[in-house]
C-alpha cells in the first residue's frame, strides 16, 4: 500500500493544479489578514472562502484525478495487488496531497496570525473538509462510468452541499417556523459536512449570539465536549461511509 | 492450472461469454481465436479478475480466483492496448512495476534488451509511438519469469523484427514448460507457436482442440486454412 501512495502523490504534487490552489489559498489568506485589522474579522472571512472553495477544489480534482489515473488503475488491477488497496491508497494518496496543500497554503498563515483556538479549529475544519470531500468524489467517480457525467456528478453534489442544502434548510425552517424545531436542526445539519464546519468555528468565534435562539440551543449542543466529540465522530463518518461504500464498488467493478 | 467453468458474463444486453468452460495444463500454448467480439478479450480479463464474472468461476491452481489475488503474481500479462500514466518515463514504469512485484531476483530482461527499450528509458510514455508501447508491455509480461503468460495480440502494431523476437521469446518460454496463452489474427504466426487452439464465436467457446486434431479433422496443415474451414462451416 505504501509504494503505491508513494506513486500516487508524487505524481500529483507534479500536477501544476496542485501548486496553483496552493499559491491561491496562500495569496488569498495573506491578503485576508493583511487588509484587516482585526484578525478576527479576518478569520471571518476567511472561513466562508475556505468553505467555499476547499470542497470546491478538493471534489473536482479529485474527480479528474480518478478518471485521468484509468490506465494507472488498470495496470495495477492486473498486478498482484487487493483491488481494495488499489483504490485506498489512491483515496490516501488524494487526501494527504489536498490536506498537504491546504495546511500549506492556508493552515500556515491561520496558525501564524491567528494561534488561538478559532484558528486550530478552522486549520482543523479545511482539512477534514478536504478529506471528506475527495472521499465523495471517489464515490461519485467510481458509480458513473463516463467522465464528463462523473464530473458534473461532483460539481452538482457541490453545489448540493454549499449552495443548495442551506435554502432547503431555511426553507424547512420559514415552514415549520411555529414549531419547536431548534433540536430538530442539530440533526439536519449533520446532513451536511459544510454546515457542521461551520458551526464548529462560528461557536468557537462567539458570535453565535448573533443566531438567535437556535444559535443557543446550538451553543448548548456543540459548545459541549461530548457534543464536539460527537461533531468529529459525524464528519469522521463523512469521511469512512463514502469511502467504505466506494470500495465495495471498486471491488465488483469491471475495467 | 487455469480452469474456468460455465463462466457466463453479460454487458448490458450484450451476452460476452456464455458458460465457457475451459482448461488449461502447464506446458500448454494455447491459441484463441474468434472473430472480433467473441470474447476473447472478456474471457482473458476474465482470468485475471479484471472483470468479474455474472455466474461460474475460474480457478488457478485449485484455488478459486474469486476474493484471491495472491495468484496474478504468476501471471505475466501483455494487453491488447496497453495503457500506462502518461507522465511517467519508460524507466519509471518498469522501477514501479518491480517495485509493486517484489520478486527482483530472477527477473528477466532478455525483452527489454532485445528491444533496446534501455536507450529511450527516459522518454515519457505520451510521447511514446503504439509500437514501442507494445514494446513495453511485452517487455512487462515477460520480466517476472511467471509460470503463465497471457498475450492478448501481441505482435499487432510491431515491427517485423520486433514481432521475430518476441516470437522467438514465446518459443523459448513454452520450452520451459509454462503455459502460454495468446490470442491473434494472424493465423500464420502462430502455426510453428501453438499447441492447442481454443475457437470462440460470439461468446461461445466452439470447440478446444490440439492443432494436431484440428489438422485431421479438417485435413489442412496450414492453421489458417482450417480455421477458414471451420468458420465458412459454422456459418452454413
Known amino acids: 500500500m505504501k509504494k503505491i501512495v508513494k506513486y500516487v502523490i508524487t505524481d500529483i504534487l507534479r500536477n501544476r493544479v496542485m501548486l496553483a490552489y496552493t499559491a491561491f489559498l496562500l495569496i488569498m489568506s495573506l491578503s485576508v489578514f493583511s487588509l484587516e485589522d482585526n484578525p478576527s474579522k479576518g478569520l471571518l472571512s476567511i472561513l466562508n472562502i475556505i468553505l ?71 486549520v482543523i475544519v479545511g482539512i477534514l473538509l478536504s478529506v471528506i470531500f475527495v472521499a465523495i468524489a471517489m464515490l461519485a467517480a467510481v458509480f458513473t462510468r463516463d467522465k464528463a457525467k462523473g464530473i458534473g456528478v461532483a460539481i452538482l453534489l457541490w453545489l448540493y452541499f454549499s449552495l443548495l442544502f442551506d435554502g432547503l434548510v431555511l426553507f424547512l425552517l420559514f415552514q415549520f417556523e411555529d414549531y419547536p424545531v431548534e433540536k430538530g436542526m442539530i440533526i439536519v ?10 458551526i464548529l468555528v462560528l461557536l468557537k468565534m462567539d458570535v453565535s449570539a448573533l443566531m438567535g435562539y437556535t444559535g443557543a440551543v446550538f451553543k448548548d449542543f456543540f459548545g459541549t465536549t461530548s457534543g464536539t466529540l460527537m461533531t468529529f465522530f459525524i464528519l469522521l463518518l463523512w469521511i469512512t461511509v463514502p469511502v467504505w461504500r466506494s470500495v465495495k464498488k471498486f471491488n465488483s467493478k469491471d475495467l | 492450472m487455469i480452469i474456468a467453468s460455465n463462466v457466463t458474463k453479460q454487458f448490458g444486453k450484450l451476452k460476452a461469454l456464455d458458460n465457457v468452460s475451459i482448461t488449461c495444463e502447464k506446458e500448454q ?6 472473430p472480433n467480439g467473441s470474447g476473447k478479450t472478456t474471457l482473458i480479463k476474465c482470468i485475471l479478475s479484471m472483470v468479474v464474472p455474472d455466474s461460474g468461476f475460474i480457478t488457478f491452481n485449485g484455488k478459486n480466483i474469486l476474493h484471491n489475488w495472491e495468484y496474478r503474481s504468476n501471471i505475466g500479462y501483455m494487453p491488447q492496448i ?25 527477473l528477466d530482461n532478455d525483452l527489454i534488451e532485445a528491444f533496446e527499450l534501455g536507450a529511450i528509458l527516459h522518454k515519457r ?8 508501447r507494445q514494446k513495453v508491455s511485452a517487455s512487462l509480461a515477460f520480466l517476472f519469469n511467471a509460470d503463465v503468460l497471457i498475450l492478448d495480440e501481441p505482435t499487432a502494431g510491431l515491427d517485423p523484427m520486433a514481432s521475430e523476437i518476441l516470437k522467438e521469446k514465446i518459443v523459448l518460454e513454452k520450452k520451459k514448460g509454462k503455459l502460454v496463452i495468446i490470442t491473434s489474427h494472424i493465423m500464420s504466426e502462430l502455426d510453428d507457436l501453438i499447441t492447442q487452439v481454443v475457437y470462440m464465436q460470439d461468446g461461445v467457446l466452439r470447440f478446444h482442440k490440439s492443432l494436431q486434431d484440428l489438422q485431421e479433422d479438417t485435413g489442412e496443415i496450414k492453421l489458417a486454412k482450417a480455421i477458414a474451414q471451420v468458420m465458412t462451416k459454422s456459418k452454413t
Open chain 1, 52 to 122: 467555499i472553495i476547499v470542497p470546491l477544489v478538493s471534489i473536482v480534482f479529485s474527480t479528474i484525478y480518478v478518471y485521468n489515473s484509468a490506465e494507472f488503475i488498470e495496470l495495477l488491477v492486473s498486478q498482484p495487488l487487493k483491488r481494495k488497496t488499489i483504490w485506498l491508497s489512491l483515496f490516501t494518496g488524494l487526501a494527504v496531497s489536498l490536506g498537504t496543500a491546504f495546511m500549506a497554503g492556508a493552515g500556515v498563515v491561520v496558525l501564524l496570525y491567528q494561534p488561538s483556538a478559532t484558528g486550530l479549529m478552522i
Open chain 1, 189 to 198: 445539519s449533520a446532513l451536511n459536512p459544510i454546515d457542521i464546519g461551520r
Open chain 2, 29 to 34: 500454448c494455447i491459441a484463441l481465436i474468434g
Open chain 2, 82 to 106: 496497453g495503457r500506462y500514466p502518461d507522465n511517467m518515463t519508460i524507466g519509471q514504469v518498469l522501477d514501479m512495476m518491480k517495485d509493486i512485484r517484489g520478486n527482483t531476483q530472477q
Open chain 2, 125 to 132: 510514455m505520451r510521447t511514446l509511438s503504439g509500437g514501442t
